[in-house]
């Protein structure tokens, strides 16, 4: 099929070829864990150089992380301490993170024992990761000396089994659940009420479409929780870092309060970008309408609701918090460029949505989105003078 074209025709069941389009529509978002990823490489588009907002996020975890690591129980006598991080993607966070990680329990055993066991680090995403790149970035520990740990990738989706049971006795997920393993089913059936029609994610959708993806996020997470039950030894530590809201506000609401909502890259400027494109007659209203990104902020209610029904851990810490997307210098940096801050934020766009765009459209067709999104995001001066936050949920909880 031609890479130019959009793979969901219109109008639906009306011959051969569209209904066998549209089953390739519904094929990709059915096997989300095949394809989705963030963008790798090293280039402006990769996640490696637009990960701001994570890193952000991860700082702003780490003061809570380190108490975490602080509280947990050690293990006397393991040869090897196990740690997974789970959704690692690629990067220098994901690096930091593990360094970070082990050099905190490397001082606790020094402290306390005396002695300091081995480590072993799991890099676990999806097969579609990038983890050329991620191994490559271990050559900053250029022998087994000077790197901490010894590492391993684990490919797989993170609910589901990855580990023998017992395995690990540090789990850490960090800015990942909120990715779900799928789009619910009833969103991407044109004769439901969820039919998520004119938008590309859920935020202020009709309350079937948030319902769905609010059901979705609840069995994804229990999911992930029973998988890490199965794999984390009695008193073993599971450290959760994901977006997500405040219980105050209704899943409708996913980003809080306006200027959040004007500006986030899944809502506006994307929804305008893809009306660009069917305007202007390159993709047709099915083919807009059947992309939904798999992105669900939960709240903290809803997070330990699925703790509770899951059972096998004890909840030590639950809070949410709000970070800014970007620094005061920054922002008034854009406001004088305009054009660069299209940029940016089509980077961004880019590095996390790209390969699911591509195969809903195909390389050329999604590379005239991001287009359509730098462009809109470039005119639209009043925007650099919002302020956009991000909501994250951090959660420790130990192994019973």
Known sequence: M???????????????????????????????????????????????????????????SKPLLEVAIRSMKLFAGEASIRIADLGCATGHNTLSTMDFLVGSLRQRYEEEFGCVPEFEAFFSDLPSNDFNSLFRSLSVFPDKKKRPFYAAGVPGSFYDRLFPKGKLHLAVSLSALHWLSQIPESVLDRRSPAWNKGRAWIDGAKEEVVEAYARQSSEDLKAFLRCRREEIMEGGLLFLLMAGRPGSQPPANQLGDPESRAKHPFTGTMDQAWADLLNEGLIDEE???????????????EVRKAFEECSGFEIQKLEFQRI????????????????????????????????????????????????????????????LHKTCFYGVIAVWAVRK
Not at 22 to 43: F, K, P, S, V
Not at 287 to 301: G, K, L, V
Not at 357 to 383: C, I, K, N, V, Y
């Open 2 to 60: 031609d890479s130019a074209r959009p793979i969901c025709l219109a109008p639906m069941a009306e011959s051969v070829e569209h209904r066998y389009a549209a089953n390739r529509c519904q094929a990709w978002t059915r096997e989300l864990h095949r394809i989705l990823c963030m963008q790798g490489g090293e280039d402006d588009g990769s996640y490696a150089k637009n990960s701001e907002a994570p890193a952000s996020a991860v700082a702003l």
């Open 287 to 301: 083919t807009r309408d059947s992309f939904n990104i798999p992105a669900y902020m939960r709240s903290t209610e």
């Open 324 to 383: 800014v997307e970007h620094s005061k210098e920054k922002q008034e940096e854009w406001i004088k460029d305009p054009d660069s801050y299209g940029m940016a934020k089509a980077n961004l766009v880019r590095a996390t949505l790209k390969p699911i765009a591509e195969a809903h459209l195909g390389p050329a067709l999604s590379e005239e989105l991001f287009r359509r999104f730098q462009r809109r995001s470039s005119e639209d001066t009043t925007m």
